[in-house]
Structures are given as C-alpha cells and as structure tokens.
C-alpha cells in the first residue's frame, strides 16, 4: 500500500494560478497509473489529469489547455499546475494511483487503490 498525500490548494481569484503535489511514500515498480481527481460535495468524484509510466497523459474536457499534469519519479511525486482557473474549478482535489493499470480505464475511480487525503481549492470570480 502506498500513502500518498497531497499539498498546494488555496483560495485564488479567477483567472489565477495554482500547483498541487502529490507525494507517495514508495514507488511503486509496476506499471502504474497516477491521476487527480476532484469532487464537490454532493457530487460524483470526476476524474481530472492521469499520467501513465510512459509519460502519456490525458485530460478531461473541462480543464485541457488549462492544466498541466506532470510527474517526478526521482521524488516519487506527481504535479498538477492549473492555470486559468475558473469557478467551477473549486473543489476537493486528490490524487491517487492505480496498479497495473489499464490506460483505457485510467478515469475510472473504482480502479483506483491508493488514495491522498485532499487539498481544497476554491476559486472565486
């Protein structure tokens, strides 16, 4: 099992900048997945960035051209810089990973089983 936790939320304007990190307490050697996801309360939990260990990423419609995510295997933590960020980005953002991991399901929560604590993000207009 790996701990995962996360850092980097705040409060911003619209239009403002953010960078979360995810750090993991081991890597992990299989081939993993590593993704953000957010969920507002009341809500499903969306998935929002993944990454793969070949380095192909994918993005949900909603945040493409806006957010970037990135990882550093060395430190064994994953980034998410989110720029132009709008309202309806507020939210609880976590990261978590997924092992042996089937690109095709990457934005599939349920696949997931590691999981970080959260980071809220708020952004106001």
């Known amino acids: 099992e790996v701990t995962l936790v996360e850092s980097g939320g705040g409060s911003v304007h619209a239009g403002g900048s953010l960078r979360l990190s995810c750090t993991a307490s081991?890597?992990?050697?299989?081939?993993?997945?590593w993704s953000w996801f957010r969920q507002v309360a009341g809500k499903e939990r969306e998935a929002v960035a993944s990454i793969n260990i070949w380095g192909e990423t994918k993005y949900v419609a909603s945040v493409k051209g806006r957010f970037t995510i990135s990882t550093d295997k060395a430190k064994n933590t994953l980034w998410l810089q989110m720029n132009s960020l709008k309202p309806e980005d507020t939210s609880m953002y976590y990261c978590?990973?997924?092992?042996?991991?089937?690109?095709?399901?990457?934005?599939?929560?349920?696949?997931?089983?590691?999981w970080g604590q959260g980071t809220q993000v708020t952004v106001s207009s």
């Open positions: 081991k890597y992990s050697p299989d081939n993993y997945c």
């Open positions: 978590a990973q997924y092992h042996l991991c089937s690109w095709a399901a990457s934005f599939d929560p349920l696949r997931y089983s590691d």
